[in-house]
């Protein structure tokens, strides 16, 4: 394929789409059949219980939204964030980043459609080890996210001046001999 949809961007699309609805389907599970927001929490593992939290913040429970303009507010501005990673996604050929960039943009979708319709965002994952909680409640949009930065992350860091240095070519800073 030529021009804007190449393979490899379509297939980042089907990422986002299905992180997108795999969110959703599980955020179903645990307000509908399971019931959590009404029981509060269910115990699964030593380590893992479901824990219903309904998050009106952003990443961190930072710029929670009180108020109906703060709501919008975070709508719009997640909705700013994802079009950009949309567009980042759709100029990226490199399949790593494509796929980075498509967890992070179908964890934003799964967030978004919660703030809209709800005007907070569904979290029940509650990881811990004993009392210590390594992180805060979260959702597979949440973690879709977070793997999808750490995947950008290492690549920009460890992949491209690899690349680079393979394809004969000087990583950035250093001249290359003659």
Excluded: C
């Excluded at 939290?53 to 700013?80: C, K, P």
């Excluded at 973690?143 to 290492?154: E, F, Y």
């Amino acid at each position: 394929m030529t021009g804007l949809l190449t393979r490899n961007r379509l297939i980042g699309l089907l990422l986002a789409a299905l992180v997108a609805l795999v969110d959703q389907a599980v955020k179903y599970l645990v307000i509908g059949p399971l019931a959590l927001r009404e029981v509060g929490r269910i115990d699964l593992l030593p380590f893992f219980d479901l824990t219903y939290t309904e998050n009106r913040g952003i990443s961190l429970g930072m710029l929670q939204a009180t108020d109906m303009e703060t709501r919008w507010l975070l709508v719009a501005l997640t909705g700013l964030i994802a079009l950009v990673v949309l567009v980042w996604m759709m100029r990226e050929k490199r399949m790593g980043e494509i796929f980075g960039l498509g967890l992070i943009l179908g964890g934003a979708l799964g967030n978004i459609k919660d703030r809209f319709e709800l005007g907070y965002v569904i979290d029940y994952a509650d990881f811990h080890i004993g009392t210590f909680r390594p992180f805060l409640i979260f959702n597979i949009a949440d973690a879709a996210i977070s793997i999808g930065v750490v995947i950008i992350l290492a690549r920009s860091l460890f992949v491209r001046d690899k690349e680079q240095t393979e394809s004969g070519d000087a990583p950035r800073g250093e001249a290359k001999d003659a």
